[in-house]
């Protein structure tokens, strides 16, 4: 069971948009920085977003964040096929004193 | 480049242990915490812990204390994370990931490394 919750799996066609949602508490959302990753099949985790809403040098515009209060949403847009991965977020647990994940999203282009 | 380079694959017995390395470059190895990342067959991940490169000091997870050793060596650039007293449910990849500044919270995981099966296995 993870801190964070996230859909499991949602579905779009190629050149639309999809949402992420990211539900967590006060201990972790709420008064910490939120990450997003993404994970292609068979590859290590690659950092998308940090410190809730900035883009690592290489990262399209077409990923973006918003957050309010203790949920966060990652947004893409003109979905392409090589967008298909499971997508995780991710921030500190103050309570827990560790790093939080959520359960993971599996995003398909249909 | 910034990268992070883990050692082989493993197959380790019920109650054995397992070490595995994560060399990095220098420039991360003393400018960051370096964490440990698990993620069993199918699953989603999971923080085990992370190390101060710098000053060699270990953050745990709750759930893994007592069970997981982290280490570093500063002469060599390398992490180590070690796990005690395997069962059939530590079958996982395993990584090692720069976090954001040099010690604890760390807000995000960038790069990571490209990861070490570990199966455990009668």
């Known amino acids: 069971q993870s801190v964070l919750t996230q859909p499991p799996s949602v579905s779009a066609a190629p050149g639309q948009k999809v949402t992420i949602s990211c539900s967590g508490t006060s201990s972790n959302i709420g008064n910490n920085y939120v990450s997003w990753y993404q994970q292609l099949p068979g590859t290590a985790p690659k950092l998308l977003i940090y410190d809730d809403h900035n883009r690592p040098s290489g990262i399209p515009d077409r990923f973006s964040v918003s957050k309010s209060g203790t949920s966060a949403t990652l947004g893409i847009t003109g979905l392409q096929t090589g967008d298909e991965a499971d997508y995780y977020c991710g921030t500190w647990d103050t309570s827990l004193s560790a790093a939080v994940f959520g359960g993971g999203t599996k995003l398909t282009v249909l | 480049q910034v990268q992070l380079v883990q050692s082989g694959a493993e197959v380790k017995k019920p109650g054995s242990s397992v070490k595995v390395s994560c060399k990095a470059s220098?420039?991360?190895?003393?400018?960051?915490?370096i964490s440990w990342v698990r993620q069993a067959p199918g699953q989603g991940l999971e923080w085990m812990g992370g190390?101060?490169?710098?000053?060699?000091?270990?953050k745990y997870a709750q759930r893994f204390q007592g069970r997981v050793t982290i280490t570093a060596d500063k002469s060599t650039s390398t992490a180590y994370l070690e796990l005690n007293s395997l069962t059939s449910e530590d079958t996982a990849v395993y990584y090692c990931a720069r976090g954001s500044g040099y010690a604890f919270p760390s807000n995000w995981f960038d790069p990571w490394g490209q990861g070490t099966l570990v199966t455990v296995s009668s």
């Open positions: 220098g420039v991360i190895f003393n400018s960051n915490a």
């Open positions: 190390i101060i490169a710098i000053f060699g000091t270990p």
